[in-house]
């Protein structure tokens, strides 16, 4: 097995990026270009993973905008949101996603944050297993009905 580095997006990544996220995440469109914007806020929350020059995943997220009543009723001062995660299917058993995920948390811990949040699609049952090995928990569920 190759060495694998983390390490922090550039822009030359932005097409490997894409094209990871669009072959092996789950959305209900592509995401593009323009969706990575919010990297901007906390540039150093977009981590990668690579291998043999190959990026194998990706994770990045922000600090959250949170009414002052919730950081109160929560009872903490800053909020980050994981947006997205996305391992390659052949990296996913190599605690590919666990190092990216620490990686952000310690990130957003260095910057204030005192309470993470994220959205996992339903299908998503891998991404789940992992959020919940690393502590996550539990407290909604997004539901739909067609009518």
């Not at 994770?59 to 009872?75: I, K, P, Q, T």
């Not at 990686?103 to 339903?122: I, Q, R, W, Y």
């Amino acid at each position: 097995m190759y060495s694998l580095k983390i390490r922090q997006f550039e822009s030359n990544d932005t097409e490997p990026v894409l094209n990871l996220a669009n072959t092996h995440a789950v959305f209900d469109s592509p995401l593009t270009a323009a969706d990575l914007a919010i990297t901007r806020q906390l540039p150093e929350a977009f981590i990668l993973a690579e291998q043999e020059y190959q990026i194998v995943g990706f994770v990045f997220g922000y600090v959250r905008d949170v009414l002052s009543e919730v950081l109160a009723n929560w009872n903490v001062s800053k909020v980050g949101q994981v947006e997205l995660l996305v391992v390659d299917p052949n990296s996913r058993t190599n605690g590919v996603g666990t190092m990216l995920l620490e990686s952000l948390l310690e990130v957003f811990a260095k910057n204030g944050v005192d309470m993470v949040t994220l959205h996992c699609p339903a299908e998503a049952t891998e991404a789940k297993s992992l959020y919940d090995k690393v502590g996550f928990e539990t407290r909604a569920y997004a539901m739909r009905k067609r009518l």
